[in-house]
């Protein structure tokens, strides 16, 4: 029996490192014993060293593997770590394991990641931040919260892009992190003293509180369900529930008698919006990628033959951004596929960068054109219609979870950085988004527009530009053993 004690209870580069060493010796998962740290260990019959170097077995998974190992390695069963293996090691002679809906470890897989993703739902959902001070000119604030899971990394980046103005905290009992406007800090778990029992804007948030609840669709059942009693402690508007229920009748009397109010247009498309991994316990980018498809709060979305998907490693360190699709990425359904596509081809190869190692999507989802003769032309989306789309391709930063992004053109600075500087300014610095660090610089199609003689100089610019991203990833902390989806584990 090989004995594996991880370092981590959650790290998936870690485990599939270890996996990857052990599948490729043809060790079957009944002679592996998996442990994380501080788990109790039989060592009555002792353990095996795993190998150290890899064996002659070449190994291989569909897609979706590597993303839901991550997901689902967050959860708390000890098993975990050895359903995965034994879901690798199946994987070997049964490809299409994952897509087996009856078959026992691909049920138990699913059930983990469905866990994972509710947790997650609640942390984000029933974190309350209490104020804690000033610290110079910057507010800080601090939460508690007890997940089920090991989560707090898999949260951390919605915490960060909806409080990015102010310093905070989050500590739970099996870890903590904290943002102080520049980067996330990950550390050990916590006590629930490390955070202030009240603070002096809780009135506020329970007068809030008290302002939205609806007292026509009070369903207790439905509420308790959604919101369990083992948050309500730390929910500063838990001690009102038991009243507005108790009042709720008199309440809807009141507002029947005062007659109907105009309900907002775009409150369903939020709802549909949010709902991404609640539908069917799909990864996160596939149940992304189905929402997308039926997007249409643009115009936009109407005109054009389909939406255009990002497409690369999911887990690529290099993610790049364009502007919106053209006439063939629209009839192909992919990015970058037109003569602006081939362009870009053409210099990522001069400047030393491999396409298919990087993630290349757009900022604008859908293709708009006017109509000229016979020939669809190309338009710039107006603000608006970028704004509307902001929020999907923000999203696949979060789960791509790149170390540095790419931005082509200015509406792709716009969508990703909110800002309008000219292009001049924007192509001199590096800038910063979530914990990616963001490089800027033309869009090709701008080559293309310009008179002849003037296009060698400009292309020779953006190959330079080009040039700058594999010296600036070679100064990033690489990532251990970080396979790419598309190439075997």
Known sequence: MIRVT??????ADEWREMARLLCSHGIEPADVSWAAPGAMVDDLFGGETPPAEPGPRKLSVP???????????????????????????????????????????????????????????????????????????????AAWFEPDHYIVELTAPFFMRRFASMDWAIYTPRRSVAWDGKQLVFGPGATRDSVPAEDAVEDQWKAYYVSIFNPARVKVNAMTSEMPKKY??????????????????????????????????????????????????????????????????????????????????????????????????????????????????????EAGIDRQQAYVTNA??????????????????????????????????????????????ATAAYSLLDTRKPMRDLRQSLWGYDAAQVAITVHPSYLLRLPEAEQAPAYEAFVEDLSRIPRLLDGLPPLSQKAKLSLPV
């Open 6 to 11: 991880l370092d981590s209870q959650n790290d």
């Open 63 to 141: 897609k979706a593997f590597p993303d839901l190992l991550k997901r689902a390695i967050c959860h708390s069963d000890p098993a975990r770590f050895s359903l995965l293996y034994r879901l690798l090691w199946r994987l070997q002679k049964e490809p299409r394991l994952l897509s087996n809906p009856a078959d026992t470890d691909t049920i138990e897989l699913n059930g983990l990641i469905k866990s994972v993703s509710r947790d997650c739902h609640k942390m984000k959902a029933f974190v309350r931040f209490r104020d804690i001070g000033m610290e110079g000119a910057r507010e800080r604030f």
């Open 232 to 349: 309500w402690k730390n929910l500063p508007e838990a001690a009102l529930i038991p009243d507005l229920i108790a009042g709720a009748q008199a309440r809807v009397t009141a507002m029947q008698a005062a007659g109907p109010s105009m309900p907002n247009p775009q409150t369903d498309k939020w709802r549909e919006k949010r709902a991404l991994e609640e539908e069917t316990g799909l990864p996160p980018m596939e149940a992304l990628n189905r929402q997308l498809a039926k997007c249409r709060d643009c115009p936009i979305g109407e005109c054009a033959t389909q939406v255009v998907k990002g497409e690369g490693p999911l887990d690529a360190r290099l993610m790049i951004i364009g502007e919106q699709p053209g006439d063939q990425e629209d009839l192909r359904g992919r990015p970058f596929v037109g003569p602006a596509g081939q362009l870009l081809d053409k210099a990522l190869d």
């Open 364 to 409: 604008v989802k859908h293709f708009k054109y006017s109509m000229r003769g016979k020939r669809r032309q190309h338009q710039r989306p107006t603000a608006d219609e970028i704004r509307r789309c902001r929020d999907w391709v923000r999203r696949e930063v979060e789960i791509v979870q790149p170390q540095l992004i790419l931005l082509l053109g």
